[in-house]
């Protein structure tokens, strides 16, 4: 066991933390597997969008993973949530090409899932669908299972995180995305570096939950940002709320943003391995330092993060040729156990941090709506 599971205690959530790394191994079987049917369907025709969809977390996914897919594959690959879809569908369809659908989902059965893929398959001249599941029994994967126009790639049952927030689920889906999609990713070395980041995270996270912050600012720069809403939204899940969660980018945060930050504020930025990229983050982290001080600022690198002196550094090793959304799955261990440490802290039960029900596992109190093409202007 890493060391973290002396202060994450025995909940779902930290197994489901800590379990991470042995399950990318899991994950990439199970994907490899799939790669023959994937490439048929998804690949083997440029005409088709590639459209990465899911509602909370798993939008997320898409947020980290599209660019470099979009680099990998030398075609556009968008990231939009179901929740746009089903809000406006009209918008999503504008021209005449198929749409490869990839919905990332942890059950299949939140109401907007569905309806996304139903909306589209009247709008798109042609919808294929490319389902990456947590649980071969929910609704998106009993829907496509067997179609001639879908795969559906069920991980193993281990990522069907038990806990309130997705994380496993998170980092699996993000992998089998990469993965399914030819992305080189050595996944042994990836698995190493995530025991890596558990075997350090005690300190880290206890450090920054026993400053007691109200609120924890996470920007981070492409596919980084992605990670960064991520990173927000487990604050809010696990901490109910009582420690609020911001996202933005290192460049969109001085526009307006940063007016959120007062003297209970801790600021977490996710240093790129993109060298571009990675100077916008410098020059945020340094500018925080000297507006809030060197105990309020937190950077997330790898091991050349030492050059920021003065911020506390959080050292997430990043291994030989790994793409940008890839070394998000390490960082993001940075975000889940700080979550938890402060879910604790505030004696909150992470598993369960709203036992009024306020707040579901699967989203409740949806009602999807009739779209009447008629009434777009």
């Not at 399950?23 to 990465?52: C, H, M, N």
């Not at 090409?97 to 042609?126: H, T, W």
């Not at 389902?131 to 281990?158: F, H, K, M, Q």
Request: charged residues 20%; proline residues 6%; hydrophobic residues 45%.
């Amino acid at each position: 066991m890493s060391r973290s599971g002396e202060w994450s205690g025995d909940s779902r959530t930290a197994r489901e933390i800590r379990q991470q790394p042995a399950s990318w191994v899991q994950v990439a079987r199970v994907v490899r597997q799939a790669r023959p049917e994937i490439g048929e369907l998804a690949l083997a025709d440029a005409r088709f969008r590639i459209l990465l969809t899911g509602a909370g977390t798993s939008a997320f996914i898409g947020e980290v993973v599209a660019r470099d897919l979009a680099r990998h594959l030398g075609r556009p690959v968008e990231a939009i949530a179901t929740t746009e879809i089903v809000a406006d569908p009209a918008a999503v369809v504008v021209d005449d090409r198929p749409i490869v659908l990839v919905s990332f989902a942890r059950s299949g059965n939140s109401p907007e899932s569905v309806a996304a893929a139903d909306l589209l398959a009247r709008l798109a001249p042609e919808l294929r669908h490319l389902v990456i599941t947590c649980d071969p029994e929910g609704e998106l994967a009993r829907r496509w299972s067997g179609a001639g126009n879908a795969v559906v790639v069920a991980l193993p049952d281990e990522v069907n995180d038990r806990g309130f927030a997705m994380t496993s689920s998170f980092t699996g889906m993000a992998l089998a995305a990469l993965l399914a999609f030819g992305l080189d990713v050595d996944v042994d070395a990836l698995a190493r570096a995530g025991s890596t980041v558990l075997d350090g995270a005690a300190e880290h996270a206890s450090a920054i939950s026993g400053a007691k912050p109200a609120r924890l600012v996470f920007l981070g720069s492409g596919p980084l940002h992605g990670l960064a809403r991520e990173a927000a939204l487990k604050c809010l899940e696990l901490t109910r709320g009582e420690v609020v969660g911001i996202a933005d980018s290192a460049l969109g945060f001085r526009h307006g943003p940063k007016s959120v930050l007062d003297e209970r504020t801790i600021a977490v930025v996710f240093l790129s391995t993109d060298p571009h990229a990675r100077r916008y983050d410098g020059d945020i982290a340094r500018e925080l330092v000297r507006s809030l001080g060197e105990e309020r600022v937190v950077v997330v690198g790898g091991n050349d993060a030492d050059e920021f002196a003065g911020a506390r550094i959080w050292p997430v090793p990043s291994p030989p040729g790994l793409p940008v959304a890839g070394y998000a799955l390490l960082a993001v261990i940075a975000a889940q156990t700080t979550a938890l440490a402060c879910s604790l802290a505030l004696g909150i039960t992470p598993d369960n941090p709203f036992p009024g029900g306020e707040v579901n596992r699967v989203v409740q109190g949806v009602v999807i709506h009739e779209f009447d093409p008629a009434e777009v202007s």
